[in-house]
Nanobody, 124 residues
Framework: QVQLVESGGGLVQAGGSLRLSCAAS????????MGWFRQAPGKEREFVAA????????YYADSVKGRFTISRDNAKNTVYLQMNSLKPEDTAVYYC?????????????????WGQGTQVTVSS
């Protein structure tokens, strides 16, 4: 049974930082590309960042490029999202996702497994 468990969300002031973690189990993590998506109230789920199986290739939405960094530790079966210079528009539930392929994707339906999400709230 595949499980993705996100942690690290919370309330932060604009300009602040948070680091999200996603611990994976039940899948061959080192062969899986990982992604982060987010969904704000009343909006569709949107791509945030993705990383290839090796960590060499990363992809970012234009809205977070230069502020967010995705990384992974295959020894710990964990993927991270470091979020700096947070803005109120970053407020959303953040979801971790996994796909059983080596390359990352910006498309939500290409991910097979999803976590339950962690709330990030940025106050102005």
């Amino acid at each position: 049974q595949v499980q993705l468990v996100e942690s690290g969300g919370g309330l932060v002031q604009a300009g602040g930082s948070l680091r999200l973690s996603c611990a994976a189990s039940g899948l061959t993590f080192s062969s899986s590309a990982m992604g982060w998506f987010r969904q704000a109230p009343g909006k569709e789920r949107e791509f945030v960042a993705a990383i290839s199986w090796s960590g060499i290739n990363t992809y970012y939405a234009d809205s977070v490029k230069g502020r967010f960094t995705i990384s992974r530790d295959n020894a710990k079966n964990t993927v991270y999202l470091q979020m700096n210079s947070l803005k109120p528009e970053d407020t959303a539930v953040y979801y971790c996702a996994a796909r059983p392929y080596r390359s990352g994707s910006q498309v939500a339906y290409e991910y097979k497994y999803w976590g339950q999400g962690t709330q990030v709230t940025v106050s102005s």
